[in-house]
């Protein structure tokens, strides 16, 4: 059963040596995070979140990337902390650390780092808040609340625009674009983070929707040859 915040305790075996469920000899199962998109087979465990080991072959890919650490901090958009990050609403950069930091929204900035991460990223946050002068910032960490996944390829903009209004040319949303809109009518942020010059997008949307949205991009894909392809660190 899962929890409030996202981590679900892995179901230990039944044994006849007692009622815990733990065979002699051998430590309990520690609890591991999922994301509310069920893993494809095979599995494994990165950074104590279960994820998919599969291995896409072809050219355009869908990988859930919900273990990232997912930071929200608002303040003034105007203020010495929007000045520090340096990321206006709407574009995306690289900080210092390589958490990618997203210009979610006015006086909203989204910091995604690798998985287990997202304390340190507080952190970092907390000591730019302290040096602000008193400016009002408020720091969540959404990791566990939000599903978070990557469309990769050459077709990964036909995909999209299958079901998101927004003009995906270079013109109006290039690389390093960050916009949020509805996609398949889900509320959604989304990040135009290319890899290695080949298109990528990056869907940031509340846990409870995160299995829709991935099954309809799965689903409109299927004409474009998409696979899905399982989460590798760092992930960002």
Request: charged share 15%; net charge negative; aromatic share 4%.
């Amino acid at each position: 059963m899962a929890s409030a915040d996202g981590f679900a305790a892995a179901p230990l075996r039944a044994s006849a040596a007692g009622d815990s469920g733990v065979p002699p000899g051998r430590a309990p199962t520690a609890p591991l995070a999922r994301s509310p998109i069920p893993p494809s087979q095979p599995v494994t465990e990165i950074a104590g979140w279960e994820v998919s080991a599969v291995r896409a072959t072809g050219d355009l890919t869908l990988t859930d990337c919900t273990p990232l650490a997912k930071v929200l901090l608002r303040a003034p958009a105007s203020g010495p902390a929007a000045a520090e990050l340096g990321v206006p609403f709407g574009r995306t950069a690289r900080d210092q650390a390589g958490a990618l930091v997203a210009g979610s929204g006015p006086g909203e900035w989204l910091l995604l780092a690798p998985p287990g991460q997202a304390a340190a990223v507080a952190v970092r946050l907390a000591g730019l808040a302290g040096r602000t002068g008193g400016e009002l910032v408020s720091v969540v960490d959404l990791t566990h609340g939000r599903a978070l996944m990557r469309l990769t390829g050459p077709g990964a903009a036909g995909v999209l625009a299958a079901v998101c209004g927004i003009d995906l040319s270079d013109r109006f949303t290039p690389d390093g674009t960050a916009f949020r809109s509805a996609v398949a009518a889900v509320a959604t942020d989304v990040i135009r983070d290319d890899v290695a010059g080949v298109r990528s997008y990056l869907l940031h949307c509340e846990r409870s929707s995160g299995r829709y949205l991935f099954d309809v991009l799965v689903s409109v894909g299927h004409d474009f040859g998409i696979e899905i392809d399982g989460f590798r660190a760092p992930g960002i």
